[in-house]
């Protein structure tokens, strides 16, 4: 059985910076499409980076470009988002998610084609 878990989630000033790290099991991050998301109070929830396993394409939403890097280690078999120059419209819970056919290729990062998903993570950036 599959299981993500995020860490790392705080309470962080406007303009710090956060790394968010998801430890998975039983699948080996670097076959399958991984992605991180959020959702923010009365909000759907977001995709806000996510790679393809084919040839490691990286996609992110518009607002967190520049700003926003999705890793991965294949070796801790965990990835990672760091966030940085972070909004109070940042202000969400974040989720980890793997679409657990091996190398289906994603071309963006639509939360309805990942199937399994962490638990979720608070960031609140506020002053």
């Known amino acids: 059985q599959v299981e993500l878990v995020e860490s790392g989630g705080d309470l962080v000033q406007p303009g710090g910076s956060l790394r968010l790290s998801c430890a998975a099991s039983?699948?080996?991050?670097?076959?399958?499409?991984i992605g991180w998301f959020r959702q923010a109070p009365g909000k759907e929830r977001e995709g806000v980076s996510c790679?393809?396993?084919?040839?490691?394409?990286?996609y992110y939403t518009d607002s967190v470009k520049g700003r926003f890097t999705i890793s991965r280690d294949n070796t801790k078999n965990t990835m990672y988002l760091q966030m940085n120059s972070l909004k109070h419209e940042d202000t969400a819970v974040y989720y980890c998610?793997?679409?657990?056919?091996?190398?289906?290729?994603?071309?963006?990062?639509?939360?309805?084609?990942?199937?399994?998903w962490g638990q979720g993570t608070q960031v609140t950036v506020s002053s």
């Open positions: 998610a793997l679409h657990s056919g091996a190398y289906y290729r994603i071309s963006g990062c639509n939360p309805d084609w990942f199937d399994v």
């Open positions: 039983a699948f080996t991050l670097d076959y399958y499409p």
């Open positions: 790679i393809s396993p084919d040839d490691g394409t990286s």
